[in-house]
C-alpha cells in the first residue's frame, strides 16, 4: 500500500465522521480493529467500532479540521481540532490526535487522543 492509499484511507474515514456515513467509514477498517480512545474507552471489531460512530451522548456530526498528516511506514497520525455537541453539556470544542495503523491496506488500530478546549 502507497502513502497515498493510506493518506486517502484516513481521509474517508474523516469523512464519514463528518456526515455520519457509518458505510464510508467501516470500509476503511478491518474486522477486527480496534479503536482506543485512550481516557475513555476501547472497542474492538466493526460492530462495536460502529456503535461508538454516533454516541448516544452526542448529537449530530462533529466538526472535524485535520490540520497535520505525517505517515511512517504503516501508521498515519493526524492532529487537529473538532467542535461536537454534548446532550448533556451542549458545544464543545476538543484538540485530537490520530494515529492510525494500517494492516493489509486497511486501518487495523486507531489510537485517539482527545483533549477539550475552552
Not at 462495536?48 to 449530530?60: H, K, L, Q, S, Y
Not at 481540532?81 to 476538543?94: I, K, L, T
Not at 494500517?102 to 489510537?111: H, K, M, P, Y
Given at each position: 500500500m502507497t502513502d497515498t492509499e493510506q493518506r486517502r484511507l484516513v481521509a474517508q474515514y474523516f469523512d464519514g465522521f463528518r456526515t455520519g456515513d457509518h458505510p464510508r467509514i467501516l470500509a476503511t477498517l478491518t474486522g477486527d480493529v480496534e479503536w482506543v480512545i485512550h481516557g475513555h474507552r476501547?472497542?474492538?471489531?466493526?460492530?462495536?467500532?460502529?456503535?461508538?460512530?454516533?454516541?448516544?451522548?452526542?448529537?449530530?456530526?462533529?466538526?472535524?479540521?485535520?490540520?497535520?498528516?505525517?505517515?511512517?511506514?504503516?501508521?498515519?497520525?493526524?492532529?487537529?481540532?473538532?467542535?461536537?455537541?454534548?446532550?448533556?453539556?451542549?458545544?464543545?470544542?476538543?484538540?485530537?490526535?490520530?494515529?492510525?495503523?494500517?494492516?493489509?491496506?486497511?486501518?487495523?488500530?486507531?489510537?485517539s487522543y482527545v483533549v477539550p478546549l475552552r
Open positions: 476501547t472497542t474492538r471489531g466493526k460492530a462495536e467500532f460502529d456503535g461508538e460512530i454516533e454516541n448516544p451522548a452526542f448529537t449530530g456530526s462533529p466538526r472535524l479540521d485535520v490540520q497535520r498528516v505525517h505517515e511512517d511506514g504503516p501508521v498515519v497520525v493526524t492532529t487537529g481540532e473538532g467542535r461536537g455537541v454534548s446532550v448533556d453539556h451542549g458545544p464543545f470544542r476538543f484538540a485530537f490526535n490520530d494515529l492510525f495503523t494500517f494492516r493489509d491496506g486497511l486501518i487495523a488500530r486507531v489510537d
